[in-house]
């Protein structure tokens, strides 16, 4: 199937018509993320072609964006041309500046003129902002936009103002990257918070499994299934003369088609074991009854994989978990518990919990006899406690995955959350036409 991608100006608005316009809109003051404008043609071939010609305006920042195309030149087969002067006959990336809301086109405009991203100070200060607008220009489609979203997410529109609701539209697109045969991804980069569009504080979208609410609307990098879908979009061609031995979701590097990108927590040649690498401590152990108790302190990285008999799950018991980042907690900096029987997935990523302890466990089972627990500490001060148990399967209808206190826990997240919400106003989002919109806004009100 020709795969087709649609724009967004990270306002992202939707439009309708013969050329539908979208407008995906991030402005939030809060965080100061800005907004996506989408447009979508039917017609043009949405992909960008290698060498991409990029231009920066905005000279201040060369050394931070040079950064991120860097990045993308490691990670993809992608090939970037810097030019020393602005050009508007041709399809040319142009980092520009924004005084206010971050903007840039979801997937390419057009082949005859240049396709601005818009930053503001604040985005152009951090490496994952740029990347996260450099991707969504490049195509990378959010997981907001996808068919199937009402499946893992529940948008309130009630929470929303009437002129912003078209703008949580997900019905197909023949343009937008189709991206429904891949797991639902909650730690996308591109994935917007809960307060998107928000009026008077109160969420827009709510993830309906609330264990993973805690993951949505990360800028800190992109990921591994992020890379994925980029790299299976503009490099699938690059290793059809090779077989595919990557296992457990990896894929092929498209710098070297023998090797394989592995998800994380797992490694080797072809991504068949436990991560493996100077930066990870791993541990593969089976448990025959318990494992004792696991005390991780200070900057250190460890990978565990526990198994048991095939007639037995695997339950994590934590006790401590204190991680001092704000949310949303994410695999660069956390604990990661891949519960779920396909591994290849992200898993639930936990941070701050103080009300944790010995008393008030979290209890986490896996759904067949084996878990992984990846810890990503990164302060002397995080420090993480749990243990490991098999228990019998004896009832698989009444056993629950979590049994944990995230009733409690999102009942104080959201007293938080609209606290701040309450200490913060956002001005107004200008969609700048006349046509009939529809939008998805940021905003803390």
Known sequence: MFLKA????????????????????????????????????????????????????????????DKVIKFLRQKTCLMFSK????????????????????????????????????????????????????????GLTPPILREDRNQYVKINLNNTSD???PYFDNTPKESYINISSFPYD?????????????KKGNPTIEVIDANYSYMIGQEDAPSFQDMKILNWYYCKHECLRYTNTCRNGGYQNPYDCT???????????????????????????????????????????????FKTYNDSKIKIVITKLEINKNLPCTEYRGL????????TKTGIILCNRKNVSSSNPLNITSEDNSIIVLTNLRDRFDEVTFSAEKVLITNEKTTKAISTTFETLNKEHASHTT????????????TGTGEKTTSLDKKRT
Do not use: M
């Open 6 to 65: 649609f724009f967004i100006i990270i306002v992202l608005t939707i439009c309708t018509g013969v050329v539908p316009k979208y407008k995906v809109s991030y402005n939030n003051n809060f965080r100061n993320r800005g907004n996506i404008k989408q447009e979508v043609s039917q017609t043009n071939n949405l992909k960008w072609s290698s060498p991409i010609e990029y231009h920066i305006s905005v000279p201040s920042y060369t050394d931070a964006i």
């Open 163 to 165: 002129k912003y609701k």
């Open 186 to 198: 909650y730690s996308s980069i591109t994935h917007p918070d809960q307060y998107y569009y928000t």
């Open 336 to 343: 990661q518990v891949k519960y779920e029987i396909d591994k």
């Open 419 to 430: 606290t701040k919400g309450k200490r913060k106003r956002f001005e107004n989002v200008t």
């Open 259 to 305: 090797k394989c990108v592995c998800p994380t927590g797992f490694g080797g040649k072809n991504c068949e074991g436990i991560r493996r690498t100077y930066q990870y401590i791993e541990l593969e152990r089976f448990v025959y009854g318990k494992y004792g108790a696991q005390i991780l302190s200070g900057n250190e990285q460890w990978a565990y994989r």
């Open 83 to 138: 030019l020393s002067k602005p050009v508007d006959d041709r399809a040319v990336l142009d980092f520009d500046t924004s005084h206010n809301n971050n903007k840039a086109f979801l997937g390419k405009v057009n082949d005859s003129h240049r396709q601005k991203i818009s930053l503001n100070e604040s985005c152009y200060s951090r490496f994952g902002c740029i990347l996260k607008y450099t991707l969504i220009t490049l």
